[in-house]
C-alpha cells in the first residue's frame, strides 16, 4: 500500500489511494483528505503567482456530494485580487462534476506580537492522554491512518490530538496548514453523541478560521458536537497546535435516524 492519499498524475489530476477510504462508504473517499489536497493547490497557485506570502485567515468547504476512489481534477481561480487581501476559489471535481468547493481568505502578514493574546483554554498535553483508535468507531482507510490520543469527558465532549501516519500527496513536500487541513474534517467523528449505528449524521460543510497558523505534526481539537431537534447538528472545535490555540472549527451536520 502506498505510504500517501494521493498521487499526482498531471498538473491538476490526481489519484486517490486506498488511504483515503471512507467512513460511511468503503467505496468513496473520506472527505477530509481532498480538503487538505485543495489547499495545497490554493497555496500552490499562490506562490506561482507572488512572492509576499499571505496566509491563510479562512477556509471555507462546501461539500456537493460524495467522490470515488478514483482520479479527479483540481482546478484554482482568483475570485477577488488585491494586494494585501485575496479571495481564491477551489474546485475537485469528478467526470466533470463538482463535488467540493474551498473559498480561502488569504491576508498579508503584519508584527502583531506584542498584542498576540487568546481566551481559548490550554488543550491537555498528549502525555495527559490515552492513544485511542478512531477505528475503534469507524472503518475506512482514512480513519486507519490515524493516530491520536484523547480525553472524552462524555459523549459530544472531548480534547484529542491526532495526526496523519502518511503523506498527503506522494513525493511532494506540503506546508503545516495543508497537512492540518487535510485532518479538520476528522473531527465530527471523534467524540459521537450517538453511535453512527443509529443515527447518520454527515456534514455538509468544514469552516476554518485561524488567528496563528499550525507548526508541527500534531493538530490538536477541543470539541462540542450538538444535535438539535429537527434534524440538524454542529460539531465545533477550537484548534491547536503544540504552541497553543490556532483557530475554530465549524461543520453543519444533518441528523438522520436509521
Do not use: C
Not at 485580487?81 to 477551489?90: D, K, M, Q, S
Not at 497558523?213 to 431537534?229: A, H, K, M, R
Amino acid at each position: 500500500m502506498p505510504d500517501s492519499y494521493f498521487r499526482r498524475l498531471a498538473e491538476h489530476r490526481f489519484q486517490a489511494t486506498e488511504h483515503t477510504t471512507g467512513a460511511w462508504d468503503p467505496g468513496e473517499q473520506h472527505i477530509a483528505p481532498a480538503l487538505g489536497l485543495l489547499l495545497h493547490a490554493v497555496e500552490t497557485d499562490r506562490d506561482a503567482r507572488r512572492d509576499d506570502g499571505l496566509v491563510v485567515g479562512r477556509l471555507s468547504y462546501d461539500i456537493l456530494g460524495t467522490v470515488p476512489v478514483a482520479d479527479f481534477d483540481l482546478d484554482v481561480r482568483v475570485v477577488r485580487p488585491g494586494r494585501t487581501i485575496e479571495l481564491v476559489e477551489a474546485t475537485l471535481a469528478h467526470a466533470g462534476r463538482a463535488i467540493v468547493l474551498l473559498r480561502v481568505w488569504l491576508m498579508s502578514r503584519a508584527q502583531t506580537s506584542r498584542f498576540a493574546a487568546s481566551p481559548f483554554a490550554a488543550m491537555p498535553p498528549r502525555d495527559r492522554m490515552r492513544p485511542w483508535s478512531p477505528s475503534s468507531v469507524w472503518p475506512g482507510g482514512f480513519i486507519a491512518s490515524a493516530e491520536a490520543y484523547r480525553l472524552e469527558q462524555e459523549p459530544g465532549r472531548a480534547a484529542y490530538w491526532v495526526r496523519p501516519k502518511v503523506e498527503l500527496i506522494d513525493g511532494e513536500p506540503v506546508s503545516a496548514l495543508s497537512r492540518a487541513a487535510g485532518l479538520i474534517d476528522i473531527a465530527n467523528g471523534m467524540t459521537v453523541r450517538a453511535s453512527p449505528d443509529e443515527v447518520l449524521f454527515p456534514n455538509i460543510d468544514v469552516t476554518a478560521h485561524f488567528f496563528n497558523q499550525p507548526e508541527g505534526d500534531w493538530l490538536g481539537f477541543d470539541t462540542f458536537v450538538s444535535f438539535g431537534s429537527g434534524g440538524l447538528g454542529l460539531t465545533h472545535s477550537v484548534l491547536h497546535d503544540e504552541g497553543g490555540p490556532i483557530g475554530v472549527l465549524s461543520q453543519v451536520l444533518t441528523v438522520r435516524p436509521r
